[in-house]
């Protein structure tokens, strides 16, 4: 009987507190999967160090000699959360029957991964870890999270509510993924286009083991704005729709100047004025400031730079433990988690 090769991808980014803890449990959900015999032998972890500045690639290094389901992949630089875990899913896919795919902080539970399996088993193709226990997350995150997931769902943006980067995905779904040649890449929205047979695993968050996130509030509001403007032209047709009631109501206080010097009881309207011009001057610029966020990502499209590069490939056969230019042609998120 043919079982399934997996691999558990998972991204890292100055993760030296948390990987030996993360290796040991994700070693023991492989194992236990295998004598399960829900998965092939052969299935691995790959870790993908998004250039970080600590030791994490050397822990890697040094885990992969010691445990044969280890593996690692070394980016030259800090491409970003998105564009690791593209990487890793991209090296991944040429193996594997089917990837999952984790952060490095295992807030999210890792003994759902076994319903993951059972549930590719059935025929899905995609399977969504999706929280149901946001209770270690602060007030202001889980609500702005709530708020966030309704406003996408309303300017037409399909995402699955309370769902990250936890998720398996068949052979044929990622290769459908990789099709999508996007620059600023936003995988919680592209996956849901695929379209294939895909269910949900519901499970509580944790709280992370250590170490500090990767995600601060202002990388959390840049990456909530890449996610709206690379899926919909909503924010434009607002700004469009601000300026028409603006012009509207420029007329009828334009018909009420007159009516009132037609009476000849018009004053100096010093503070009105003042207020209409700042009013009209802050619209200019948010305006100005929205196209300008579209006008950006057009300009990183077309130079089609590369997402990221390799540079050690301890996973694919014929590259363990090389140099490697493997690189991904897609333009790169610049900014690091």
Request: hydrophobic share 40%; aromatic share 10%.
């Amino acid at each position: 009987m043919h079982y399934p090769v997996l691999t558990i991808v998972v991204p890292c980014y100055n993760e030296e507190e948390v990987f030996q803890s993360t290796a040991t449990q994700l070693t023991s959900v492989m194992e236990t999967l295998i004598s399960d015999k829900l998965i092939s032998e052969e299935s691995k972890l790959l870790f993908v160090d998004d250039g970080s500045k600590d030791n994490t690639w050397k822990l890697i290094e040094q885990e992969a000699e010691n445990n044969e389901y280890v593996k690692g992949l070394k980016l030259a630089h800090n491409a970003g959360h998105q564009n690791a875990l593209l990487a890793g899913l991209a090296t991944a896919s040429k193996l594997s029957d089917c990837v999952i795919s984790i952060d490095a902080d295992l807030q999210d539970d890792v003994n759902v991964i076994h319903s993951f399996v059972e549930k590719y088993w059935q025929g899905y193709d995609i399977v969504y870890g999706v929280r149901n226990d946001r209770s270690t997350d602060t007030f202001f995150k889980r609500n702005t999270a709530v708020g966030y997931y309704r406003f996408m769902n309303k300017i037409g943006i399909s995402l699955v509510p309370n769902h990250a980067d936890f998720r398996l995905m068949s052979k044929r779904a990622l290769e459908e993924l990789l099709k999508y040649k996007e620059t600023n890449i936003f995988l919680r929205g592209i996956i849901p286009l695929i379209g294939f047979p895909a269910t949900e695993v519901a499970y509580a968050r944790k709280e992370r083991m250590a170490g500090e996130s990767k995600y601060p509030l202002k990388k959390m509001i840049a990456f909530a704005l890449d996610g709206i403007t690379s899926f919909s032209i909503a924010p434009i047709r607002l700004v469009t729709a601000v300026g028409f009631l603006a012009f509207f109501i420029s007329l009828l206080a334009g018909v009420y100047s007159l009516i009132v010097k037609l009476l000849d009881h018009s004053v100096t309207g010093w503070s009105s004025l003042m207020m209409s011009v700042w009013l009209i001057g802050g619209l200019q610029l948010i305006g100005i400031g929205i196209i300008g966020e579209y006008v950006g990502k057009i300009f990183k499209e077309v130079k089609k730079r590369p997402v990221y590069a390799i540079e050690t490939d301890l996973y694919t056969p014929s590259s363990a433990g090389r140099q490697s230019n493997n690189s991904f042609n897609n333009p790169p998120v610049t900014e690091e988690w």
